[in-house]
């Protein structure tokens, strides 16, 4: 039985109502289990423990971004130079999620071209070149 509650609207008997009535539902399930063969010393339910994880002594360095992991890859590339394409899979190889990869083809070409303008790569026939 699944349904929605109110916790402001409950009060404490309707709470110790509903209890039993799940506690019923679990042995229900918990027969439905044996009729079927399932192994009786699984685990049982046990509620969710609500204490918070442990906070880290030290923050999580800023993961990098694209601007910076386009430019790691073309330094990289080196003389070899590289596409949009080959830009792509190493900014994913590199644990950067693009939600397609037409979307992040675009927004590569979109971080070169910006580059381009600020005269720090080069662009010679499709190919994408580090000038620093």
């Not at 906070?55 to 130079?81: C, N, S, Y």
């Amino acid at each position: 039985m699944i349904f929605h509650l109110d916790m402001a609207a409950l009060t404490k008997e309707e709470l110790i109502k509903k209890r039993q009535e799940l506690a019923k539902d679990i042995e229900a399930l918990d027969r439905v289990l044996r009729l079927f063969g399932v192994d009786e010393s699984a685990p049982k339910y046990e509620p969710l423990s609500l204490t918070p994880p442990p906070v880290l002594d030290r923050p999580f360095p800023p993961a990098p971004g694209l601007k910076e992991l386009v430019i790691d890859g073309l330094k990289l590339q080196q003389a070899l130079g590289a596409s949009p394409k080959d830009l792509l899979g190493y900014c994913k190889s590199k644990g950067y999620y693009f939600t397609s990869d037409v979307n992040g083809a675009a927004s590569i070409s979109t971080a070169l071209s910006r580059l381009v303008d600020d005269e720090k790569v080069r662009k010679q026939d499709g190919r994408y070149y580090w000038a620093g």
